[in-house]
Every structure is written in structure tokens, then in C-alpha cells.
């Protein structure tokens, strides 16, 4: 079957760095992508990664290792706007996203 | 670029009567149209996959006379909730995919808020 694994809850301090993995397993891959979620709204884009390595914009950063099956969000000097959940997809073979069940993510002053 | 709006935002209903949502993308073409349902403090759950002049394609467990998705043009796609229940209260929303240069992205609607009394 096809998973996709990410800790249900992180708390950092503002002006911090926080970083949020995550893991998966599915049938093909086309490349992984994460969304920002605030509560109540639409997932906003934020980030896509397809080769191996590093994506930086801005505070944001996006890690990719294939062969792992690995990914993470570096989201550094924390503003308390940050708060939302952080949703981390998968897109398959069939072009399919496979989302996985989100991050909150508590930013405290 | 790559705007996808939905209507109505929020809307009320007794149970029993049917509701449609317009997912429309305003500055350029989706060939194909995904619906989402999110519970609260759940995670996006697809519920079919619309494709412009075709039947949609449901997940497995959504029932497809209940949940009835019309995909008429290249920009709108619309999603019936028909004899709604209070189960189906639920925050839906759409995504239109576009093609990028180098990978396929999906934009979302800003979601709407279904309540059945």
C-alpha cells in the first residue's frame, strides 16, 4: 500500500528553526510536495522537489532523498504566522497526490 | 497566475436537500479536476478525480450517486451533495491541475464550508 508518515504535532518558539519529516512509500514517484494549511483554509504550495538534495526560498527550505524515501521542512526564524499544519504529499505514478495526515505545527513566543 | 475559485464558500442546509459546488480554475485550462473532503483535524481525503468530458472517477467507499461530479468545460467542475446528511457536513474542496515545466501542480480552491442541519 501506499503511506505516507509525518509527526502529528511540533512545537517551536519564534525566532527558532523547526524541521518536520517526512517519510513515505508509494507505488511510483513524481515528485513530492509540501502545502501549508491554515485551520479553516485551502492547502497553500509551498514547496515541490523531484531530484535529491536541497530547495531553498526564503525562510523555507525543502531536503529530498530518494533512495530513503525521506523528506523534511526547515522552516527557520519562526514568525508566529508559521501556526498552521504542514502537509507533506506524494505524487504517484498515475499523477496522483498521496497526502499524508498533516503536522501541526505550535509556534510559541 | 493559476487561480481556482469555489462557490459558495459556506452554505447551510437542512437534511434532505441537495447542495452543488462550482469549482472553477479563472486563468487557464484543467483538464482535470480533483475533490477533496477534510474532517476536522484530518488530514485531505480525495474523493474522485473529474476529467473534462468524462466520467469522474470516485475513490473507493464514496458513493458515486451521492457525491454527482459533472466536468462540463476545461474550467468548471461542479460537486452535488444530493439528500444531504449530517454526516456530510465537511469541508470540501477542489484542485485543478496545470502543467508546469518540469512537473504537474495542483492549485486549490479556498474550500467550502458544508453544514446539514
Known amino acids: 500500500g501506499q503511506n505516507i508518515d509525518q509527526p502529528t504535532e511540533m512545537t517551536a518558539t519564534e525566532g527558532a528553526i523547526v524541521q518536520i519529516n517526512c517519510t513515505y512509500q508509494?507505488?511510483?514517484?513524481?515528485?513530492l510536495f509540501w502545502y501549508q494549511q491554515h485551520a479553516g483554509e485551502a492547502p497553500t504550495f509551498l514547496s515541490y522537489?523531484?531530484l535529491d538534495g536541497l530547495e531553498e526560498k526564503g525562510r523555507f527550505s525543502s531536503f529530498l532523498s530518494r533512495s530513503k524515501g525521506y523528506s523534511y521542512l526547515l522552516l527557520k526564524e519562526l514568525q508566529m504566522k508559521d501556526s498552521a499544519s504542514y502537509l507533506c504529499?506524494?505524487?504517484?505514478?498515475?499523477?496522483?497526490?498521496?497526502w499524508g495526515a498533516g503536522t501541526k505545527l505550535i509556534i510559541k513566543p | 497566475g493559476a487561480v481556482v475559485s469555489q462557490h459558495p464558500s459556506w452554505v447551510i442546509c437542512k437534511s434532505g436537500t441537495s447542495v452543488k459546488i462550482e469549482c472553477r480554475s479563472l486563468d487557464f485550462q484543467a483538464t482535470t479536476m480533483f475533490w477533496y473532503r477534510q474532517f476536522p483535524k484530518q488530514s485531505l481525503m480525495l474523493m474522485a478525480t473529474?476529467?473534462?468530458?468524462?466520467?469522474?472517477?470516485?475513490e473507493q467507499g464514496v458513493e458515486k450517486d451521492k457525491f454527482l461530479i459533472n466536468h462540463a468545460s476545461l474550467t468548471l467542475s461542479t460537486l452535488t451533495v444530493t439528500s444531504a446528511h449530517p454526516e456530510d457536513s465537511s469541508f470540501y474542496i477542489c484542485?485543478?491541475?496545470?502543467?508546469?515545466?518540469?512537473?504537474?501542480?495542483?492549485?486549490f480552491g479556498p474550500g467550502t464550508r458544508l453544514t446539514v442541519l
Open positions: 484542485s485543478a491541475r496545470a502543467e508546469r515545466e518540469s512537473y504537474n501542480e495542483q492549485f
Open positions: 522537489n523531484v
Open positions: 508509494t507505488s511510483g514517484f513524481n515528485g
Open positions: 504529499a506524494v505524487m504517484d505514478s498515475n499523477y496522483q497526490l498521496i
Open positions: 473529474s476529467n473534462e468530458g468524462s466520467k469522474a472517477t470516485y
